[in-house]
């Protein structure tokens, strides 16, 4: 199995997970594509994003996949007056990770980070695992004490 940034932390942590490997479609990066090759619901999936306030900097929010960050929410509930997504090509150097592979574990900087709260009506929820292809199995409320993240709703 092959180890990540995100899936060494769970380990040192003693915090049970799965890797969930899917086909990588580097013209389909999307939570969708992720929820046909892995069978698991759309809702299930939790796509890490990362935004800049124009108060806070960098922050982290996890969605569903079936769902889009409303950034005037995102906004409001980070104390900023405006959030916007950084621009891709900056992804790498903010996170570690790469485009489609950003995990909300093991981040290269100690942002704060978001989830939200449909996240809890599941027994298990999906996120990058660090690496295209690869997804880490988790409950909700492990992955929330982890990464100590603040339960919102911030989906239109």
């Known amino acids: 199995m092959k180890k990540t940034n995100a899936t060494r932390l769970l380990d040192k942590l003693n915090i049970d997970y799965q890797i969930v490997e899917y086909q990588v479609d580097s013209a389909d990066l999307s939570a969708g594509h ?29 969605v569903p996949g079936d769902s889009e ?15 916007q997504l950084i621009p891709a090509r900056e992804i790498n150097k903010q996170t570690g990770y790469i485009r ?26 999906l996120i ?11 409950n909700p409320q492990d992955l929330i004490a982890v990464c100590q993240m603040k339960v919102e709703s911030l989906t239109e």
Request: some cysteine.
């Open 69 to 83: 960050l409303n950034l005037k929410t995102f906004a409001q509930i980070s104390g900023n007056k405006k959030v």
């Open 34 to 62: 992720v929820s046909r090759e892995t069978a698991i619901p759309l809702g299930q999936i939790f796509k890490t994003l990362v935004a800049r306030g124009d108060k806070t900097g960098e922050m982290v929010a996890c």
């Open 128 to 138: 990058s695992a660090g690496l295209r292809g690869l997804q880490i199995k988790i």
């Open 100 to 125: 489609g592979g950003v995990s909300p574990l093991g981040l290269k900087h100690p942002y704060p980070l978001y989830i939200d709260r449909t996240a809890l009506k599941y027994q298990f929820i």
